[in-house]
Each structure stands twice: as C-alpha cells, then as structure tokens.
C-alpha cells in the first residue's frame, strides 16, 4: 500500500522538478534582487538594502506615467478587443459561405510574428511615407501628415488600435464558436415569438456565452498587461515616455540603464498586478460555477 501511494508522487516528480527550476527559481531570485541596489555601472552595489530599492522605484517620476499607461493599455485593448471580437464573432457563427473563407482569412493579423505586424504598421503610420497619412490626406480629412507614433498624446491611442488589430482575428474566432453552441431551441422560438437580431443577440446569445466571454476578458487582460514586442519596435516607449508600460520600462531599466535592482522590483509589481487579476478571475469563476 505504501508503494502504490508514493507511485503517483514519483510520476509527477520531474514535473516538479522541471517547474521549480524553469519557473519557481526565476521568480525567486526577482524577488531577492529587488530587494538589492545592483547598478552594474556603480562597483560595490548589490547589496541587500531592503525596500529602499521599492521605495526609489516608486519615487520615480516617470512611475506614475507608466502605471497610468499600463492602465490605459490594458483596460482600453481589452475592452475594445472584446467589443469588436464580439460583432466579428457573432457575424462569423452564421452559417453562410463566405463565413467559411472569412475563418481563415481573419486569422492573418493573429498569425503574424509581432515584430513583423510592428514593422508593418510602423510604416503605415510614418509621417510622410505611411499610407494612412496618405489616404486620409487624398480623401481631404487632413491637409497634412501627422506622426501618430511621433505625438506624445496620439502614440499610445495609436498603439491600442494596433493592439486591437491583434487581438480581435482569435477572439472572433473563440467567441465564433461560442455562439455557434448556443442550442439553436431558443433561437428558433424567439424567432417565432417575433424576436428581432438584436434581441436574440442580447438576450439569448449574450447570456448564454457570459462564461466564455468572461474567461477571454481576463486572457486578453494578461495578453494585454505582458505586450512588449509592438511598444518596444514602433516606438521603444517614446516619445517622452508616452507609450512606456511596465515590460518596456523593465527592460529599458534593466538593459539599458544596467539598474538591475529596480527593474527587478518593477517587475515584483508586475507580478503582483498579474495576481491579482488571477484572483479576481478566480473569484468571478466561482461565482459563475454556482449560479
């Protein structure tokens, strides 16, 4: 009996070990270099000054502007990714022909390595060379190019609209998927009952995916919160720190300032950030399994 009850720990045993040393270790050894002031430019530093390295880090006057960004970005691109992924995916769950070819077309933007999406909607949005500027110049909305990722009040609006370009081809397509489960009964006899689209859409479809919909919120909340490639590509957190959200700023911290310490604790209050929206899925799991 004692050999059949140690038989499952021995199976998950290199599991374990291969998370501990991949992703509990990594985490560790964060949390303790926040706790330091290493600055590899500055022999001697690196030593264990407790939360002076949180405090200076929270001092920093550019913080408030990356915590407030890293808000905006997240809230905003999950908010409108869900909006269109919505309107997409519930066009997409009807049963027609061209739907079937639209399936696998919309899927480009979502394909697409970001550093080559970045890329391309880098040159969309030049100044003068980009073809946005271009069409909306020919059709007379402007009188001159503007540098969408050259303002510092128009780069991160620009940005979220890229970031939504992303996201939307896979929401549709999960949530596609979603409203082709709804049973098909209750369509059907609000169709009888003289039930508009809309309607049917928000008060049978809606509801019924609530679960699904919930769930991609917070997925595309963490998608969201960790983007780095199409900040750091387009505009490396420019201009004036404008576009600057917390896994850009850690880097530029860490690889371009060498001030390891700090960014080690930007990143332990990233994580903490990360928890905490696990845990307000967690709670919002709950409530939805008992209802």
């Not at 998950?12 to 330091?36: E, N, Q």
């Not at 639209?102 to 060379?129: D, G, K, T, Y």
């Not at 998608?223 to 880097?251: E, M």
């Amino acid at each position: 009996m004692g050999k059949r009850l140690k038989l499952p720990y021995i199976f998950i045993l290199p599991t374990f070990i291969v998370v501990t040393v991949l992703i509990a270790y990594p985490i560790f050894d964060v949390i303790r270099l926040s706790f330091t002031d290493l600055f590899l430019l500055r022999p001697g530093t690196g030593k264990f000054v407790g939360l002076r390295t949180y405090a200076k880090t929270l001092s920093d006057p550019v913080f408030p502007l990356v915590l407030r960004n890293t808000i905006v970005w997240m809230a905003l691109a999950t908010i409108l990714s869900i909006g269109f992924g919505l309107g997409v995916g519930y066009y997409l769950s009807f049963d027609w022909k061209i739907n079937k070819v639209l399936r696998a077309v919309i899927l480009l933007p979502w394909i697409l390595p970001p550093v080559i999406s970045a890329s391309i909607w880098q040159w969309m949005m030049h100044s003068e060379f980009g073809v946005i500027n271009d069409i909306l110049v020919r059709l007379r909305f402007l009188e001159d190019g503007i540098a969408w990722l050259g303002e510092p009040k128009l780069a991160l609006s620009a940005l979220i609209l890229v970031m939504v370009w992303k996201n939307v081809p896979m929401l549709a397509i999960l949530l596609s998927a979603a409203f082709q489960s709804v049973p098909a009964e209750l369509l059907e006899a609000s169709t009888i009952d003289g039930a508009t689209e809309w309607q049917k859409f928000r008060f049978i479809s809606l509801p019924s995916i609530s679960y699904t919909l919930l769930i991609l919120m917070v997925i595309v909340s963490i998608w969201n919160i960790q983007q780095f490639v199409i900040i750091w590509i387009t505009t490396r957190g420019g201009p004036i720190n404008s576009t600057h959200i917390f896994p850009t700023y850690i880097y530029e911290m860490a690889f371009t300032n060498f001030r390891f310490g700090q960014a080690a604790a930007l990143s332990v209050i990233t994580i903490g950030i990360l928890m905490i929206i696990s845990v307000l899925y967690l709670i919002l799991f709950r409530k939805e399994a008992r209802s």
